[in-house]
């Protein structure tokens, strides 16, 4: 009986000492958990290093590594701009507003874009620069086919070939114009000085095309002459190129007897 008792007493001796064992090396610290400790050991000397506590942050080199990188996009995005041309980028600036643009059918979509009477090229040219000036300024998928009257020619597979024709660029040139600054009134746009800064420099430009290269119509050269000069004066009288509501409504209707003229 002793020697039971004996044997008894060892073996749960040894087994206490088995369960004291597997305790400690529960406790001992895992290899993955070594291997974090030194991380953040090291991430925290590497940020003592470069933003120490005792130095302003505005002397730390870590917190300016993104200004470059700020300043480098911007520049980017305003070199982009400039690359464009001047009207071109007044159709993004009318774009980027957070007022939504009303479209503008002059005198009704079928009558807008409908064959003319008259279909000599400068009205198409017109009418293929309303067309493409509503599908630029409102920039969504259309289902609309482009009237294949609007093409300058039947090999033509882009309305922007008018652009190229410098018997008639003009026309197409001065349509867009025409329908950005109608549909920026009708839709209550606001733009600053620099944006009608650049539609002098526009207006200058067609003038001066319509002088050289463009071909000209008896029945057109008056409205055309008074239409952009009167745009032309308002502009320069303006107070530093910061237009009234009344200014701009002016311009607003110049632009307005110009799409009626070529959309008669």
Same mark, same amino acid.
């Given at each position: 009986m002793?020697i039971?008792?004996?044997?008894l007493?060892? =073996?749960?001796?040894?087994?206490r000492?088995?369960?004291?064992d597997y305790?400690?090396?529960?406790?001992e $610290?895992r290899f993955?958990?070594?291997?974090k400790?030194s =991380?953040q050991?090291i +991430?925290?000397?590497?940020?003592?290093?470069? %933003?120490?506590?005792?130095?302003?942050?505005?002397?730390r $080199?870590l917190?300016?590594v993104?200004?470059?990188? %700020?300043?480098l996009?911007? %520049?980017?995005f305003?070199l982009?701009?400039?690359?464009?041309p001047l009207l071109?980028?007044s159709?993004?600036?009318?774009r980027?507003s957070?007022?939504?643009i009303? +479209?503008?059918?002059?005198?009704?979509?079928?009558?807008?874009?409908?064959?003319?009477?008259d279909?000599q090229p400068v009205?198409?040219a017109f009418?293929?620069?309303?067309w493409?000036?509503k599908?630029?300024l409102?920039q969504q998928e259309?289902i609309?086919i482009?009237?294949?009257?609007?093409?300058?020619d039947?090999?033509a597979?882009t309305?922007?070939t008018?652009?190229?024709?410098?018997?008639?660029? =003009?026309?197409?040139? +001065?349509a867009?114009? %025409?329908?950005l600054t109608?549909?920026s009134?009708?839709?209550?746009?606001?733009?600053?000085?620099?944006f009608?800064k650049?539609?002098?420099?526009?207006i200058n430009a067609?003038l001066a095309?319509?002088?050289?290269?463009?071909y000209?119509?008896?029945s057109?050269?008056?409205i055309?002459?008074?239409?952009?000069?009167?745009?032309?004066s308002?502009?320069?009288?303006?107070?530093h190129?910061?237009?009234?509501?009344r200014?701009?409504?002016?311009?607003r209707d110049?632009?307005?007897?110009?799409m009626?003229h070529f959309?008669r």
């Open positions: 002793e039971r008792k004996a044997q007493r060892f =073996f749960q001796s040894q087994m000492g088995a369960y004291y305790v400690e090396k529960l406790q $610290p993955i958990d070594k291997i400790d =991380f050991s +991430t925290m000397r590497l940020g003592s290093i470069l %933003c120490p506590d005792h130095v302003p942050i505005i002397k $080199p917190t300016w993104p200004v470059p990188v %700020c300043l996009l911007i %520049c980017l305003y982009l701009m400039m690359d464009q071109d980028q159709y993004q600036i009318a980027s957070n007022i939504p009303k +479209t503008i059918d002059i005198h009704g979509n079928e009558r807008a874009f409908a064959p003319s009477n279909d009205y198409r009418g293929a620069g309303l493409q000036g599908q630029q409102i259309s609309d482009v009237p294949a009257h609007l093409y300058p039947s090999q597979n309305l922007e008018w652009k190229k024709m410098n018997a008639f660029s =003009f026309y197409y040139q +001065t867009k114009w %025409c329908y109608y549909a009134y009708e839709s209550r746009l606001t733009f600053t000085n620099r009608w650049n539609q002098l420099q526009i067609l095309d319509y002088q050289e290269n463009a000209k119509n008896e057109d050269k008056i055309i002459s008074n239409s952009l000069h009167n745009v032309q308002i502009l320069n009288q303006s107070d190129f910061h237009l009234t509501k200014q701009h409504r002016h311009i110049e632009a307005f007897r110009l009626n959309n």
